[in-house]
């Protein structure tokens, strides 16, 4: 077995065990935030295209399928969180040989899973569709977005696998220049299928498909042409047993506690079709924006996966600690200084992605009612992001379930059957679930030892 270099040899990559812990967090974040910020600019660009240039029924068609592809989406997500983690902890113990036997199985598996998840979305998009109460007049773009997007969707789950290898080792640069470059591609096709093909919305799924099959190539080609121990060799294209019992165990927690949320928000988004387009619009324009505020913390949290995975891979449990309070910390103070512009422009920033007065006094009040309560969500997110750096996602799987599904389901369920069935009491059930999610991560995080978790050699 040829021999890789590690962090210290290649200025790609971070290694987290050694240094300052919050500019380790801040260097390893603003790639992926930067990333981030892309894939939302190419959300708002498409979602302005499609409200100021189609109409308001594709505007809601769009929007209406985010909770569908985010389910399949989500199921997907676990596993690849699962062998970064894997992946990133034989790493942080200089375990060369089993890092790159982690990523060999992950991209095999991501071939199978490819295949199920196209043939299951194209399958269930009709009962999803109809289970969140889908206007008739929404039905038939929303159906045709759906259609195009899950025959592509191979490449996002290849992107996503490739670019969980690389920031495992520390690596978030490349990751971030492949989809600034694959986004920069959407944009132009969604605005030249769209403004000047006037394809509508089957344009604007192509744009999509044909940016995540770009982002999925150039992420492959660097996994064959590193010299790191993540280097893929076609020889070795093959499933390692032992490693793929680790990436499940850790990974499929987090993909049914993804999964299953992202399903229960089907069942939310029910409730606001019930109220009518201009709500589903204005809900549309709202969620677009929440993407875009909660960008910092996600990308915080996602950092310090890494960092504690690297770290309890070395057996430094006291540093993973202190990693995740540093996170917190940081992502609760953007979060907080983002949240005072969003409910002050409100009305303006919904304007951007629909002039119609209905749908912009919609969207202005969700906004201003959710968004204080955003900085709530950070605490959470990073202690259950350190718990998966730590091998233990099935307490996140738990936590999250609850606060997220069972509790929100019961309050709306409550809410809309015996007391009111209004717009703003239903958009509570969000900011509820995050309060009690917060609470019981808190109380089970201080409880936890995050050694117990962690991998061993295969």
């Known amino acids: 077995m040829a021999k890789f270099r590690f962090a210290p040899g290649n200025n790609k990559n971070l290694d987290m065990t050694d240094g300052n812990i919050a500019r380790l967090l801040i260097s390893f974040s603003i790639p992926l935030l930067l990333g981030n910020v892309f894939q939302q600019l190419y959300n708002l660009v498409d979602a302005w295209v499609v409200g100021n240039y ?43 040989d089993a890092a790159q036997r ?9 071939l199978f899973i490819s295949i199920v998840m196209a043939i ?93 099959g770009v982002s ?49 928000n089907i069942i939310v988004q029910g409730y606001i079709n019930y109220f009518g387009a201009d709500v589903m619009s204005g809900w549309t ?11 910092p913390m996600q990308s915080i949290a996602l950092a310090a996966t890494t960092f504690v995975g690297q770290n309890i891979g070395c057996g430094q449990v006291d540093r993973a600690r202190t990693g995740v309070k540093t996170a917190i910390i940081i992502s609760s103070l953007i979060t907080a200084t983002l949240s005072l512009p969003v409910l002050i422009f409100a009305p303006d920033l919904v304007h951007f992605f629909n002039a119609k007065p209905e749908v912009v006094m919609n969207g202005a009040r969700i906004l201003r009612w959710m968004s204080p309560f955003y900085v709530i969500t950070c605490s959470a997110n990073v202690m259950n992001s350190g718990l998966r750096g730590a091998g233990n996602s099935r307490a996140p799987m738990l936590i999250t379930i609850f606060s997220y599904v069972i509790f929100r389901q019961i309050y709306l369920f409550v809410l809309t059957h015996f007391f009111v069935n209004e717009m703003i009491p239903v958009c509570l059930g969000y900011p509820l679930g995050w309060i009690v999610c917060t609470v019981i991560s808190t109380i089970y995080y201080n409880k936890t030892d995050l050694s117990k978790e962690a991998v061993t050699q295969a």
Do not use: W
């Open 54 to 96: 189609v109409s308001n029924e594709s505007f809601s068609a769009v929007g209406t399928v985010g909770p569908i592809i985010n389910t399949i989406i989500s199921l997907y997500l676990g596993f690849s969180s699962g062998a970064g983690v894997v992946i990133s902890q034989n790493y942080g113990a200089k375990r060369e």
């Open 102 to 110: 982690a990523v060999h199985t992950s991209i095999v598996m991501t």
């Open 120 to 212: 299951a979305g194209i399958l269930l998009k009709d009962p999803f569709l109809r289970m969140m109460n889908t206007p008739d007049e929404v039905m038939p773009e929303a159906r045709l977005y759906l259609m195009i997007f899950f025959a592509g969707i191979g490449g996002l789950m290849f992107y996503n696998i490739g670019a969980a290898a690389l920031r495992a080792i520390g690596d978030s640069t490349r990751p971030f220049y492949y989809l600034a470059a694959a986004i920069s591609l959407n944009v132009i096709l969604d605005l030249t299928f769209v403004i000047v093909f006037h394809m509508g919305v089957e344009g604007v799924a192509l744009a999509t498909v044909i940016g995540m």
């Open 216 to 264: 999925a190539v150039m992420v492959m080609i660097a996994l064959f042409r590193t010299d790191t121990c993540i280097r893929l060799n076609m020889h070795e294209m093959k499933i390692d047993p032992v490693i793929l019992k680790q990436i499940i165990r850790i990974g499929l927690p987090a993909a049914l506690q993804m999964g299953i949320i992202s399903f229960s």
């Open 285 to 295: 324009a709202y969620s677009k924006i929440d993407g875009l505020l909660l960008l």
